[in-house]
């Protein structure tokens, strides 16, 4: 049962049975175990660890977002293979793709990943590719054991069984004897190799993260899970993808079971390249870095907003998701990991058509003249602090309607709501645009000016919309790409004025006025209830699951309150380093104990 938000195999939303069990020195009642599908993200990571010689890294032996890819020959024939194309997407919730309850396997989806599967195992058994593969070149069925002794373990992130050995070595010479019988001239070997990988890449083992414990440390409602099984949210939650050699060797001695040693192994990885992946990643969904590539992506090159001519490259959009990917891993596994840096840093790696933003100048489009090349600049601090005054934000969340994209406030301030301060508003009325819509504003309105009009006449909007729009107000200085403005695009006449408050309804740390982003920003970076938030968010991608239960009050009883606070804790202890959050979640005696269901 997997528990916590619905689960892929039905759990139930308060976190399933057991999580009224308590261990010795746990933070609070068990978490629930849920069986969770690789996501998307994580599925191929793991292929990357599977087969290495597929996948290139950056320069500098990252793996980056637009370099889960790869290029594999087929004969005379190279045949492109692209995670976000010929993987399905996992939906997401407030956000995320790797929640357990968005991770079911329907059937389009099994049958996507079966024809992924077939399409894999074809190409990394191609000639030019078997080198790579397997460690001997004889074709046969000895050869093929030794490619399962070799690869079992990847796939499974353990080592198999006799039985499970035994029941893919059969499968293996059924095929290899079975293809010569069918056709002589069949290269019976090759069969059966590509229909182990395709068994193998479909394996329930592979595809799903499975926490059964061992049934000798069953006690009192809880179950400890094996030394492989710590491996995995180990791995998965510091890399997004298998363990490595050291992690699987750890295990097999029985060496991930005391905090000191979970400790040890977790400060090591924060410290390997695959740890910058996971950062990336978990920005590109909590930002939604695609965004930028939606509807503001169709404006380019030379299109006319209106009375203002702007003209878009696709490398300034490419450079503008660029910098947000190389900020935050430089804030958190190069810089100090802080929740102030990320909002107040004006730290920033710019090419020349990202660099003409912050400059104030548009260059001319071009689709022909490609610049991949980021060098380091520092932003004006009067207008730029943190990761929320970027171009990428300004351009990603605004409205790009007609006559003129403009500055959205209640989408800017929703995304503060939702992404700074944990909070959801439902979805707006049926009707809410054409309420709005309905308004007549008067003349000369500012931007600011008239979403206040309209607000103010449809009055079934202002519940959400006095929260919402105050907190977007901060950002009218960055227009719909970005760059920063001091006077209206409405109405040149009228000077911006970006000043609002923070009133959420509930308190929080910062409640009160702002001037504008900056200064909102550094707010933030100083908030208690924000890190709260954040870390939290954190702790959901890292678990996959909704965090049952409220950060405070401390009596709180949600099942997974007080571990929050304990990574919060930890984190301020050292001056707000997040890193050390991670490594508070790994030590706790619940990271290695579940309801025994």
């Not at 499970?164 to 070595?169: A, F, G, L, S």
């Amino acid at each position: 049962n997997s528990g916590g938000g619905g689960g892929s195999l039905g759990g139930n939303a308060g976190g399933g049975p057991g999580t009224n069990v308590k261990i010795e020195g746990a933070c609070g009642p068990l978490p629930p175990a849920p069986a969770r599908r690789l996501s998307r993200v994580e599925y191929v990571a793991s292929l990357r660890e599977v087969f290495p010689f597929a996948f290139k890294p950056d320069a500098d032996g990252v793996y980056r977002i637009d370099n889960h890819a790869f290029a594999l020959k087929r004969g005379a024939e190279t045949i492109k293979w692209d995670w976000k194309n010929d993987v399905v997407a996992d939906p997401a919730t407030f956000g995320f793709q790797n929640r357990v309850s968005n991770l079911n396997a329907t059937s389009f989806q099994l049958e996507a990943y079966d024809d992924n599967s077939v399409l894999l195992a074809e190409l990394v058994t191609q000639p030019e590719n078997l080198g790579s593969l397997i460690p001997c070149q004889d074709k046969t069925v000895d050869c093929g054991k030794k490619f399962i002794d070799a690869y079992g373990p990847k796939f499974f992130r353990r080592p198999l069984t006799d039985d499970e050995k035994t029941v893919y070595y059969d499968f293996f010479k059924a095929e290899f004897d079975g293809a010569k019988a069918e056709d002589v001239a069949a290269d019976n070997f090759m069969v059966a190799l590509r229909l182990t990988l395709e068994v193998f890449l479909q394996s329930p083992q592979f595809m799903y993260r499975l926490e059964l414990g061992d049934p000798a440390t069953k006690k009192n409602g809880a179950i400890q899970l094996t030394q492989y099984e710590i491996a995995n949210p180990l791995s998965y939650g510091f890399w997004s993808t298998t363990p490595d050699a050291d992690l699987m060797m750890a295990a097999s001695k029985g060496e991930l079971k005391t905090a000191a040693q979970l400790e040890a192994q977790a400060r090591r990885m924060l410290k390997d390249k695959r740890f910058r992946y996971m950062i990336i990643e978990y920005f590109r969904q909590w930002a939604d870095l695609e965004r930028i590539f939606g509807e503001s992506y169709r404006q380019y090159p030379g299109t006319s907003l209106g009375d203002a001519q702007h003209s878009f490259s696709i490398f300034q959009v490419l450079g503008s998701r660029h910098e947000i990917e190389q900020f935050v891993e430089w804030t958190f596994a190069d810089s100090d990991a802080t929740f102030n840096t990320l909002f107040t840093s004006t730290k920033s790696w710019v090419n020349k058509y990202t660099k003409g933003v912050y400059e104030g100048k548009m260059l001319p489009v071009s689709t022909q003249d490609p610049d991949f090349v980021y060098t380091p600049m520092d932003l004006n601090p009067t207008q730029r602090a943190g990761i929320l005054t970027r171009a990428f934000f300004g351009w990603a969340y605004s409205h790009f309607g007609t006559p003129v994209g403009v500055p959205n406030p209640p989408v800017r301030g929703n995304f503060i709501l939702q992404k700074v301060f944990c909070q959801h508003f439902p979805p707006p009325p049926a009707d809410a645009q054409t309420r709005a819509g309905a308004v007549q504003v008067p003349a000369g309105s500012s931007n600011r000016e008239e979403f206040a009009a309209r607000m103010k006449a449809a009055e079934i909007c202002n519940t959400c919309h006095k929260v919402l729009d105050p907190l977007g107000f901060a950002f009218e200085n960055y227009n719909e790409v970005g760059f920063y403005i001091s006077k209206d695009q409405k109405n040149p006449a009228k000077t911006i004025d970006a000043s609002g408050k923070v009133d959420l309804g509930t308190p929080t740390d910062v409640d009160g006025p702002f001037t504008n982003a900056v200064d909102l920003s550094k707010k933030l970076g100083k908030s208690k209830s924000a890190a709260a938030c954040l870390t939290q968010q954190w702790y959901e991608y890292l678990t996959g699951r909704d965090a049952d239960g409220v950060i405070a009050p401390e009596e709180s009883d949600g099942v997974d309150a007080c571990r929050i606070k304990s990574m919060v804790d930890a984190a301020d202890a050292k001056g707000g380093d997040l890193r050390e959050a991670f490594v508070a979640w790994v030590k706790s005696p619940d990271f290695q104990w579940r309801p025994a269901y």
